[in-house]
């Protein structure tokens, strides 16, 4: 079995800073591509920030200068560093990857269990 834990989420005040971790357990034997989407009330899920399966990082126009992703290849986690945090950044954050599991070699797309960051005064 394969899941995403994230952390990190919590409440910050506008221009405050937080960093999101999400960390992929289990029998994995590659992962291909790993990022963070987010889902505000009343919107649909959107991508944050992710590395993709060629090895660059994709932001959404939103976040770009602000957020930065990072990764642990040996730790098979990613992080979010977020900067300047907004009031528009609230949302419940999720955890995607893209990956291959051992045995069956199957081929897999998984979601954290999301965490919710909220940026208000």
């Known amino acids: 079995q394969v899941q995403l834990v994230e952390s990190g989420g919590g409440l910050v005040q506008p221009g405050g800073s937080l960093r999101l971790s999400c960390a992929a357990s289990?029998?994995?034997?590659?992962?291909?591509?790993m990022g963070w989407y987010r889902q505000a009330p009343g919107k649909e899920r959107e991508l944050v920030a992710a590395?993709?399966?060629?090895?660059?990082?994709n932001y959404a126009d939103s976040v770009k200068g602000r957020f930065t992703i990072s990764r642990d290849n040996a730790k098979n986690t990613v992080h979010l560093q977020m900067n300047s945090l907004k009031p528009e950044d609230t949302a419940v954050y999720y955890c995607?990857?893209?990956?291959?599991?051992?045995?069956?070699?199957?081929?897999?797309?998984?979601w954290g269990q999301g965490t919710l960051v909220t940026v208000s005064s």
């Open positions: 995607n990857a893209d990956l291959v599991v051992t045995v069956s070699y199957k081929n897999l797309q998984i």
């Open positions: 289990g029998s994995i034997f590659s992962i291909y591509a």
């Open positions: 590395f993709t399966s060629g090895g660059r990082t």
